[in-house]
């Protein structure tokens, strides 16, 4: 039963169903989900994380990059259907349109680039003068 409830609570969060939706597009570093959902490093990671624990997720280490991805092997089958029931959700949905776009111009780079990447789309445009 524990596992259940930790499965349903962390899929009540935005940002892990953003997480997830990317997942089921392909497999991902935590600085691709960074870019893909313009967020910092530590909550893509707490996310990954949270996924991970509940089960949703298998990861795998190249070189310096942990990989995730969804664990359709591993996961149990009401897990399997809840994917589903996310991927169906999510089908029609802007945001999730706009992450998935993003998702696809996303490259795997060290932690300081990505970080330095994530404040430059934070700070507001400034023109230069002239």
């Keep these: 039963m524990r596992d259940t409830v930790k ?19 392909r497999e991902c570093c935590v600085c691709e989900v ?14 990954l994380t949270a996924l991970y624990d509940a089960g949703f997720l298998k990861m795998r280490k190249d ?23 996310v991927k169906e959700a999510l089908k029609n949905s802007k945001i999730a349109d706009e992450d998935r776009e993003r998702l696809s111009k996303a490259e795997r780079v060290g932690p300081a680039r990505a970080n330095k990447e994530h404040q430059r789309r934070l700070s ?5 003068p002239e």
């Design 7 to 25: 499965a349903f609570k962390v899929l009540s969060d935005e940002t892990k169903l953003r997480i997830l939706n990317l997942l089921l597009e």
């Design 34 to 47: 960074m870019q893909a959902l313009v967020i910092s490093q530590s909550k893509a990671s707490r996310g």
């Design 63 to 85: 070189g310096l990059w942990s990989l995730y991805s969804i664990d359709n092997e591993g996961i149990q089958v009401y897990q399997s259907q809840l994917v589903e029931a």
């Design 124 to 128: 507001p445009q400034t023109s230069s």
